[in-house]
């Protein structure tokens, strides 16, 4: 089953020296988790201050510069694995460098007929 680990963190919380080890140690998980193949993708995000939301309300577009909530934590990067089940899941998002810093999320994946394979 696909798992989406979703990374959240203070995104102001790190220095540019803790984010760049943080990088290279996820880039390393990644290459283990591709190596077991568990892995499915992995990115960080930019800053949410390029983020843009996108709504529609009665037909209309809204569209908004930023996140749609303010939080102390915010949306900095997944991991998409495949995971037996939830357990291994766990297993996985408890070993993910940025996990230190800030919280990780698991969501299993819905599978939905029609959509294109990646």
Known sequence: MKYMLLIYLDEMG???????HCYKESAQFARDLQASGKYLGANPLQPTATATSVRIRDGERLVT???FMETRE???GYFLIDAKDRDEAVAIAARIPAGRFGTVEI???????GLPAS
């Open 65 to 67: 510069d930023g996140p």
């Open 107 to 113: 969501r299993p994946v819905m599978e939905i007929p």
């Open 14 to 20: 790190l220095s540019d020296a803790d984010r760049e």
């Open 74 to 76: 915010q949306l900095g």
